[in-house]
């Protein structure tokens, strides 16, 4: 079993920062894709920041500039450095990760953390 806890969503005013956190534990050999999404109320589950192979990162048009992923040392350790924060980027936020886990059972399967609420008053 694979768990994803995220942490470090809450309300923030317009023009605020947050930093999101994730990590992931359980029967993980590898991680090849590791990421952020959001959801809105009344909207559909929307990409925010995903790796992509050869160590690139892929940021929806409406966060690039003001959001930052990053990973950490132990690279199941991802975070979402959000700045310049609008009202429109209030959502539940998802963390996301395609596992392959540890022998006897050996797959590749994706996983999605419990969600942490992020509000931006204006």
């Known amino acids: 079993q694979v768990h994803l806890v995220e942490s470090g969503g809450g309300l923030v005013q317009t023009g605020g920062s947050l930093r999101l956190s994730c990590a992931a534990s359980?029967?993980?050999?590898?991680?090849?894709?590791m990421g952020w999404y959001r959801q809105a109320p009344g909207k559909q589950r929307e990409l925010v920041a995903v790796t992509v192979s050869g160590g690139g990162i892929n940021y929806a048009d409406s966060v690039k500039g003001r959001f930052t992923f990053s990973r950490g040392n132990d690279k199941n350790t991802v975070y979402l450095q959000m700045s310049s924060l609008k009202p429109e980027d209030t959502a539940v936020y998802y963390c996301?990760?395609?596992?392959?886990?540890?022998?006897?059972?050996?797959?590749?399967?994706?996983?999605w953390g419990q969600g942490t609420q992020v509000t931006v008053s204006s």
């Open positions: 359980g029967s993980i050999f590898s991680i090849d894709v």
């Open positions: 996301y990760a395609n596992v392959v886990t540890t022998p006897p059972r050996v797959r590749v399967e994706s996983y």
